[in-house]
C-alpha cells in the first residue's frame, strides 16, 4: 500500500525515480499536509506552496487532525484551542471561539494568527518527517499521519 495514496501520486510514483538521487528534489506548487508527506515518501526533499498562508487567511486552519474551517459557526464559543496537539503560540494562547470572531468580523488579526498557526503547524510537520526519517521509522510516521488526517478531512471537518 503506498503512502497517502492517491492519483496525484501516479506522476511521483512514475517521475521521482528518474530524478537523480544526489541531488534535492523539488516540487513546485504542492502544499496539503497529507500532499506532502505522500510526496516524501516518493523521495520529494523541498516544496513551496502558498496554501498555509492562504488558507489561514480565509479561515482554514490546518491541524494535526485535519483541517478545520474556522468560520463554521460550531466553533463560536469553542474554547478550545485550535489544534489541541499543537504547541504553537496561537494555540497556547487563544481560542477557537476567539478566532472564529476575528475570521467573522473580518479582523486582520484574525488572518495573521491563523496564518501564523498554519505556518507553525507546517514546521512541526516538516520537523516530525525529518525526525522520522532520521530514526528510521518514516514509514510508520506517514501512515499514522495520513489515516488521522485524512479521516477528519473525510468527515467534513
Not at 145 to 154: P, T
Request: include cysteine; aromatic fraction near 10%.
Amino acid at each position: 500500500m503506498k503512502i497517502c495514496a492517491g492519483v496525484r501520486f501516479k506522476v511521483l510514483d512514475f517521475a521521482a525515480p528518474m530524478l537523480p538521487k544526489d541531488r534535492p528534489r523539488y516540487l513546485m506548487g504542492v502544499g496539503k499536509p497529507d500532499d506532502l508527506v505522500g510526496a516524501v515518501a516518493r523521495g520529494i526533499d523541498m516544496f513551496d506552496c502558498v496554501l498555509p498562508t492562504r488558507s489561514g487567511r480565509t479561515g482554514q486552519a490546518f491541524t494535526w487532525s485535519g483541517p478545520i474551517n474556522i468560520k463554521n459557526a460550531r466553533f463560536g464559543e469553542d474554547e478550545e484551542p485550535l489544534d489541541p496537539d499543537c504547541a504553537c503560540p496561537v494555540c497556547a494562547q487563544w481560542s477557537r471561539g476567539y478566532l472564529h470572531h476575528l475570521i467573522r468580523a473580518g479582523e486582520i488579526l484574525g488572518a495573521m494568527l491563523m496564518t501564523e498557526h498554519n505556518l507553525c503547524f507546517y514546521q512541526a510537520l516538516m520537523a516530525g518527517m525529518r525526525e522520522a526519517i532520521g530514526e528510521g521509522r518514516f514509514a510508520d510516521f506517514a501512515a499514522d499521519f495520513c489515516e488521522r488526517y485524512r479521516a477528519r478531512a473525510k468527515a467534513g471537518a
